[in-house]
């Protein structure tokens, strides 16, 4: 099955910095890559997805890449402001009917004033 | 739409009781995850079900814990008898599988305190 791991487990930024978040995944089949930020007391909500046709996906000040050979995707969040701390998960799962969502162990950013 | 709903909240109960967590997916999605999230463990998958049909249960931690889905707007995750150690946030989470794949939406969980 499916095996997603996660660095950093913890990432500290300055305001106005970038944050970078990397994920590796081990099921070639995988072919879709979402990312979800959890605040506290809350449920995870995505922020932003890929799917494998695609090596990179932009929205604002967040953007994923994605290298299949490598099995790899990362989060990318420019211009971090403390509204985005919070802890972030990635996940990989493929398109066939009845497939599982495995999720990274996640990462708890913090962004500093 | 609602988002997935569950209930309670918040429980509290007494090792050995029986607690049983309620989930509504969102209208029209037919897959249904159950999620376990503590600080050690991280976001742990318990099971999952597609169109009502328990897919892949290999995450339940044992005996004690069972999920059912009656029909493809109710879910119920059942621990019977609850230990200390199943105090977590226990999340639902619901997707529409089509050819091309859809986010999940959480519900905002329950968190499970056994005392």
């Known amino acids: 099955g499916e095996n997603v791991e996660q660095h950093p487990s913890t990432l500290s930024v300055q305001e106005g910095d970038s944050a970078v978040i990397k994920c590796t995944y081990s099921d070639s089949a995988s072919n879709y890559f979402p990312w979800y930020k959890q605040e506290l007391g809350k449920g995870p909500q995505l922020i932003i997805d890929?799917?494998?046709?695609?090596g990179e996906k932009k929205d604002q000040r967040i953007a994923v890449t994605l290298n299949k050979t490598a099995k790899h995707f990362s989060l990318h969040i420019t211009e971090t402001q403390p509204e985005d701390s919070a802890v972030y998960f990635c996940?990989?799962?493929?398109?066939?009917?009845?497939?599982?969502?495995?999720f990274g162990p996640g990462t708890r950013l913090s962004v500093l004033p | 739409d609602a988002g997935v709903i569950q209930s309670p909240r918040h429980e509290v109960t007494e090792m050995g009781q029986e607690v049983t967590l309620r989930c509504k997916p969102i209208s029209g999605h037919n897959s249904l995850f159950w999620y376990r999230q503590t600080m050690m463990r991280g976001l742990e998958l318990l099971i999952y079900?597609?169109?009502?049909?328990?897919?892949?249960d290999s995450g339940m931690p044992e005996d004690r814990f069972s999920a059912k889905m009656p029909n493809a707007s109710f879910s119920t995750l059942k621990i019977q008898p609850s230990e200390p150690r199943d105090s977590a946030v226990y999340f639902c989470?619901?997707?529409?599988?089509?050819?091309?794949?859809?986010?999940?939406?959480f519900g905002q969980g329950t968190r499970l305190t056994v005392v």
């Open positions: 996940a990989a799962t493929s398109d066939n009917y009845g497939q599982n969502f495995v």
């Open positions: 079900f597609n169109n009502n049909v328990p897919i892949d």
């Open positions: 890929i799917r494998s046709n695609v």
């Open positions: 989470a619901s997707r529409r599988e089509q050819a091309i794949n859809t986010e999940a939406f």
